[in-house]
Every structure is written in structure tokens, then in C-alpha cells.
């Protein structure tokens, strides 16, 4: 049975991609006064995402396919922030591939581990 603190991080980590995702087609199209502001709302996320996942664990008794989950999620959360960051700055270029394989790879660990497809 799933408790309330759980809808809340699940529901927040969908939303935290979504707004991720228009922060930085916004910053690609040049549109900063925008992406500025979500920005601070997709930096607000991570910390309720941090709470919330550090509470879970706690309440859980750090399983280790949890505690592995949450160091995955902290690695797609560095790669988010380094994403947007370095395409506002205009440096993220060459480095592009290896941000984006990084989000993309740590999102998809996180999702098998999170709907228990790997587990151990």
C-alpha cells in the first residue's frame, strides 16, 4: 500500500522531469527571463525530492535497492543541473553527449529499480 509521501515524490519527480525538460527547451530557444524562473522552481524540486526520498528511506530502514535508488537519483539530479546550467552559460558543447547519457542512463536505472523491474 502506497502512503501519501510516496504520491507526493512519485507525482513530484514526473512533474521535475516535465518542468526540466520545458526549462531547457526554453533556454535553447533563448527565452531566459523563463527559464530563469523555472529554474528556481526545478531547483525547489530537487530539495523536495531530497526530503522527501531521504524520509521514504527512513521509513523503509535504507533497503539497499532503495539506498542504490537514491544515489542514482542524486546522479540524475547532477546531471539535470549540469545540463541547464552549462546550456545557459553556452558551455555545455562537446561535454552534451556525455550529460545527456548520464541522464538518460541514471532516469532509466531509476525507473527499473523504482517499478522493482531489476532488484536484488
Aim: glycine content about 8%.
Amino acid at each position: 500500500m502506497q502512503t501519501g509521501m510516496q504520491h507526493a515524490h512519485l507525482d513530484s519527480w514526473w512533474l521535475l522531469i516535465v518542468l526540466f525538460l520545458i526549462t531547457y527547451f526554453l533556454l535553447k530557444a533563448g527565452k531566459a527571463k523563463g527559464a530563469k524562473i523555472l529554474h528556481m522552481i526545478v531547483r525547489l524540486f530537487y530539495i523536495v525530492m531530497l526530503f522527501s526520498g531521504v524520509y521514504l528511506l527512513s521509513m523503509w530502514g535504507f533497503p539497499l535497492t532503495h539506498v542504490i535508488k537514491g544515489i542514482l537519483a542524486i546522479v540524475l539530479i547532477y546531471a539535470m543541473e549540469m545540463i541547464l546550467v552549462r546550456t545557459k552559460k553556452g558551455t555545455l558543447g562537446s561535454k552534451a553527449p556525455m550529460y545527456w547519457g548520464i541522464l538518460i542512463v541514471s532516469l532509466v536505472l531509476v525507473l527499473l529499480l523504482a517499478f522493482r523491474i531489476i532488484s536484488f
